[in-house]
């Protein structure tokens, strides 16, 4: 188990052919000694070169990679990072980080942005990013933990093979899941596919900080090992099991709970799924209060007011065209689209498209949202009515879904509402993760 406080190496940028933004305070660099750096700055990739052009300190060039350390708590700024990378809510911003800065060079004339930092500064950040810093606090203090122990884990593991992980496509059947990509240069990146870390932008010192340190070092455990703590942001009334979503090896702590004190039996069949997907069951999550919802989520997760139950509607040319665009394949005309096996939670984990050209099972959950979305569906729990024209000819799909994402582990918003009633860091990471407990490591 982990016994001291790591430091990261956070992804910020990638693939960029320019990066510019703001030293807040004094920098320096180790390829360059005794001389500072602060202000704006501009930073281009020149045949595997970097070209540093500061406000105070002058243009520098470096081999390969340029270090930026700060002094003195100073900060820095990113222009154009992006947020939500090809999901609905995707968009750019300025954000500002606590750390060091490294840049790295690569041989295509692109850049990659890296923030060394502090596991538990980093945190400060990420609870702040995936929720509102104006949360409950055991909201807050939940969230430290589990995003403490997920980084945990996937330090200890290092880099995987690779980021998409399945037996192979093979005939009609194209059964994919998705891990940590493969980062080469960094640990974690800073978006939605690792952790949301939007530095410093959207953080209430007083709050998340003091979140970060009532937890210091605390982590789920299981057993004698730390626990793979996931969670997403509306479950829709039941979580899912890891093994549906991820590889299939039951993690018993991520098992399917109702999101409720009242326990609501597993969707087990097409005729539950219909029933579960249409009612509004008094969960955690089934929650429209503008005002609490304001307090738990980041402004950009408010835009997005449908999660506990939605519907999305294609006619067969526009579905057809987004089949095609995902994932490469021509259909044809869609014909139907066949859950053919679902979790507890309702999400569908292999679905059958069939089309006039050719017909293909798809899955797991990430990839069928993937495949049926220009960006991603908010869930692959959904019900499908196929409203057919008089002659049977033509066809409009309309989805009816619940829920915001994978479903494992903790609802964040389900988890905020908990805290908003009262209920400790405790109590909630033990409704969502039954047989764990926290320990503290360091």
């Given at each position: 188990?982990?016994?001291?406080?790591?430091?990261?190496r956070?992804?910020?940028?990638?693939?960029?052919?320019?990066?510019?933004?703001?030293?807040?305070?004094?920098?320096?660099?180790?390829?360059?000694?005794?001389?500072?750096?602060?202000?704006?700055?501009?930073?281009?990739?020149?045949?595997?070169?970097?070209?540093?052009?500061?406000?105070?300190?002058?243009?520098?060039?470096?081999?390969?990679?340029?270090?930026?350390?700060?002094?003195?708590?100073?900060?820095?700024?990113?222009?154009?990072?992006?947020?939500?990378?090809?999901?609905?809510?995707?968009?750019?911003?300025?954000?500002?980080?606590?750390?060091?800065?490294?840049?790295?060079?690569?041989?295509d004339?692109?850049?990659?942005?890296?923030?060394?930092?502090?596991?538990?500064?980093?945190?400060?950040?990420?609870?702040?990013?995936?929720?509102?810093?104006?949360?409950?606090?055991?909201?807050?203090?939940?969230?430290?933990?589990?995003?403490?122990?997920?980084?945990a884990?996937?330090?200890?593991?290092?880099?995987?093979?690779?980021?998409?992980?399945?037996?192979?496509?093979?005939?009609?059947?194209?059964?994919?899941?998705?891990?940590?990509?493969?980062?080469?240069?960094?640990?974690?990146?800073?978006?939605?596919?690792?952790?949301?870390?939007?530095?410093?932008?959207?953080?209430?010192?007083d709050?998340?900080?003091?979140?970060?340190?009532?937890?210091?070092?605390?982590?789920?455990?299981?057993?004698?090992?730390?626990?793979?703590?996931?969670?997403?942001?509306?479950?829709?009334?039941?979580?899912?099991?890891?093994?549906?979503?991820?590889?299939?090896?039951?993690?018993?702590?991520?098992?399917?709970?109702?999101?409720?004190?009242?326990?609501?039996?597993?969707?087990?069949?097409?005729?539950?799924?219909?029933?579960?997907?249409?009612?509004?069951p008094?969960?955690?999550?089934?929650?429209?209060?503008e005002?609490?919802?304001?307090?738990?989520?980041?402004?950009?997760?408010?835009?997005?007011?449908?999660?506990?139950?939605?519907?999305?509607a294609?006619?067969?040319?526009?579905l057809g065209e987004?089949?095609?665009?995902?994932?490469?394949?021509d259909?044809?005309?869609?014909?139907?689209?066949?859950?053919?096996?679902?979790?507890?939670?309702?999400r569908?984990?292999?679905?059958?498209?069939?089309?006039?050209?050719?017909?293909?099972v798809?899955?797991?959950?990430?990839?069928?949202?993937?495949?049926?979305?220009?960006?991603?569906?908010?869930?692959?729990?959904?019900?499908?009515?196929?409203?057919r024209?008089?002659?049977?000819?033509?066809?409009?799909?309309?989805?009816?879904?619940?829920?915001?994402?994978?479903?494992?582990?903790?609802?964040?918003?389900?988890a905020?509402?908990?805290?908003?009633r009262?209920?400790?860091?405790?109590?909630?990471?033990?409704?969502?993760?039954?047989?764990?407990?926290?320990?503290?490591?360091?």
């Amino acid at each position: 188990m982990i016994t001291k406080e790591p430091r990261l190496r956070v992804g910020l940028m990638e693939g960029k052919s320019e990066i510019s933004g703001c030293l807040h305070g004094h920098f320096r660099s180790p390829q360059y000694p005794g001389q500072h750096f602060s202000g704006n700055f501009t930073i281009h990739s020149l045949g595997g070169e970097i070209l540093f052009n500061a406000g105070k300190g002058g243009g520098m060039i470096a081999r390969s990679s340029l270090s930026l350390l700060c002094e003195d708590q100073a900060t820095f700024s990113l222009q154009n990072v992006t947020i939500g990378n090809a999901f609905h809510w995707q968009r750019q911003e300025e954000q500002t980080f606590a750390g060091n800065l490294r840049i790295l060079a690569s041989g295509d004339n692109t850049l990659t942005a890296i923030n060394d930092i502090a596991l538990e500064d980093y945190l400060s950040s990420v609870i702040s990013s995936e929720m509102s810093a104006a949360a409950p606090m055991a909201l807050l203090e939940a969230h430290a933990i589990i995003s403490r122990s997920w980084l945990a884990v996937m330090l200890k593991r290092g880099q995987p093979p690779t980021g998409a992980s399945a037996p192979a496509s093979a005939g009609d059947e194209h059964i994919i899941w998705y891990g940590r990509e493969e980062h080469q240069f960094f640990d974690v990146c800073a978006d939605d596919h690792c952790q949301r870390y939007q530095g410093l932008t959207r953080s209430i010192p007083d709050r998340t900080e003091a979140a970060v340190n009532a937890t210091r070092g605390v982590f789920l455990v299981y057993g004698d090992a730390v626990c793979d703590a996931r969670y997403s942001k509306c479950c829709g009334g039941r979580t899912e099991t890891f093994e549906n979503t991820w590889e299939e090896i039951p993690h018993p702590y991520l098992s399917s709970v109702a999101d409720s004190a009242v326990d609501y039996g597993p969707v087990l069949d097409e005729e539950a799924a219909q029933r579960w997907l249409f009612s509004s069951p008094e969960a955690y999550c089934n929650i429209r209060d503008e005002k609490l919802l304001a307090e738990i989520l980041p402004s950009f997760d408010q835009e997005t007011k449908d999660f506990f139950r939605w519907e999305v509607a294609y006619d067969q040319e526009e579905l057809g065209e987004i089949l095609r665009e995902k994932s490469g394949i021509d259909f044809g005309r869609v014909l139907e689209l066949i859950p053919l096996e679902r979790g507890p939670s309702g999400r569908i984990t292999r679905l059958k498209i069939a089309g006039t050209k050719t017909s293909i099972v798809v899955g797991k959950e990430l990839e069928i949202r993937r495949w049926l979305s220009r960006s991603h569906l908010y869930s692959s729990a959904f019900v499908v009515e196929a409203q057919r024209d008089p002659s049977g000819t033509d066809c409009r799909f309309v989805l009816h879904g619940g829920g915001w994402g994978h479903g494992v582990g903790l609802c964040q918003i389900g988890a905020a509402v908990m805290a908003s009633r009262g209920s400790s860091a405790e109590t909630i990471l033990k409704h969502y993760f039954r047989g764990a407990s926290l320990k503290k490591l360091y």
